[in-house]
């Protein structure tokens, strides 16, 4: 995509502005990881994400990837690099509270964009080695 940053942010907060809450209110468990930009990187895996998750896996949480990508396209990314997470597309949380949320995004732009609702946000360049 030749499009920058700006571009691309002001396409997804139109695109917001009519996602419906279809999870209004509903409370998640879980760790729910962003794909692009955060679990990969240009299609690089990031691997502190991946050993973060695996870590919070190891603790007894429940890993979901998420994404406002291409799902299909974003399946077969993690089938390709061996991981075992399930993968579901954001809008399919709009309105929920989740425990943890790991994106490259700001907690509030993540909010805005996405009105899903975090207990606990990470941003990924905090996302622990």
Known sequence: VDKDNNFI???LK???ATREEVRKGEEIAGVFCDM???LFLSGV???AVLQFLQKLEGEGKEITLWTDGNVPDL???ITENGIHYPLYAKRD???AIVEMAIDDMDEQSFSAITK???TKFIRVQDVPN
Do not use: D, K, P, R
């Open 9 to 11: 942010i002001s396409f």
């Open 93 to 95: 949380f709009a309105g």
């Open 116 to 118: 899903i609702y975090v």
């Open 36 to 38: 692009e930009g955060t």
């Open 14 to 16: 139109e695109a917001s």
């Open 45 to 47: 895996l990031n691997s």
């Open 75 to 77: 399946s077969q990314l």
